[in-house]
């Protein structure tokens, strides 16, 4: 009997639950409506580093004395560096080989190769960098590639902007239907891109572009040297998107 009754009292508890409101998963109550909004958000700022690559390619005879000959090269480069206040840790070996040619005026030879990336903190400071690399000898140059170096608070002022454009476009959709905002029920970060470096959203959205890569262009030996190189940092432009999700009432 006693199983009897417990079964007839849950029995009448299931009954009353369905009779209620229904659950609603996209959040919003009966008296609501549901309003997604998206918008971007878009915020420039000043590149205050760059990085740029340089290297050197040397040829002889022998693999030996290519080899030797290469290290010499970009210990040079290395030191021209330094002097002009690039710290050791800023300059890393990208691309380092050795290979025998078989075509043109050099067939026959051994050509040695070594290519550093070099970090300047101080954008300003990037042409005399440049210029210090190729009076030391660097044959191969590429960049710079200008970049911030704290891309998350540039990206921020951009997500508020985002924000805001939501909430001003919801605003209108409200005032135009009669209505108000009651709550925010979702904000969902969309992504977007800073220059050349993506921002990925909350959920995959579609593929990041492809990099932008950098060509290395082997200056010609007889080339002269520039005694000054100028790099405009100009502004770099985050966008970003965000899609928010509102919940309207008569007002």
């Known amino acids: 009997m006693q199983k009897r009754i417990f079964f007839t009292l849950a029995g009448t508890l299931a009954l009353s639950a369905c009779g209620g ?3 609603d998963p996209r959040g919003v109550d009966s008296d609501e409506t549901l309003l997604s909004v ?3 958000g878009r915020a420039e700022t000043r590149p205050d580093e760059a990085q740029f690559q340089a290297g050197i390619n ?9 080899t030797a000959a290469n290290a010499e090269a970009i210990a040079k480069v290395v030191t021209a560096l ?4 690039v710290a050791e840790k ?3 070996t990208r691309n380092t080989g050795i290979q025998r040619i078989d075509w043109g005026d050099k067939k026959g030879q051994f050509q040695a190769s070594n290519i550093v990336a070099v970090t300047v903190r101080d954008v300003d400071k990037a042409g005399d960098a440049v210029t210090a690399a190729a009076e030391a000898g660097a044959n191969i140059m590429s960049g710079p590639d200008l970049r911030m170096s704290d891309p998350e608070k540039a990206a921020n002022t951009a997500y508020g902007a985002a924000y805001k454009a939501a909430r001003n476009r919801a605003q209108a959709y409200a005032d135009a239907a009669d209505m108000k905002i009651a709550r925010v029920l979702y904000i969902r970060d969309a992504g977007g891109g800073q220059g050349n470096r993506y921002l990925p959203g909350a959920v995959p959205m579609s593929p990041p572009p492809p990099p932008v890569v950098s060509t290395q262009i082997a200056m010609p030996e007889s080339m002269e040297r520039s005694s000054s190189n100028t790099v405009m940092p100009g502004q770099t432009m985050s966008a970003v998107s965000v899609q ?8």
Do not use: H
Not at 58 to 66: G, K, L, V
Not at 82 to 85: A, M, N, P, Q, R
């Open 21 to 23: 409101q229904a659950y």
């Open 82 to 85: 330094k002097k002009i206040g």
């Open 58 to 66: 040397s040829w002889s005879r022998t693999a030996t004395a290519a």
């Open 38 to 40: 998206s918008a971007t």
């Open 90 to 92: 800023d300059i890393q």
């Open 244 to 251: 928010v999700d509102f919940a309207l009432v008569r007002k």
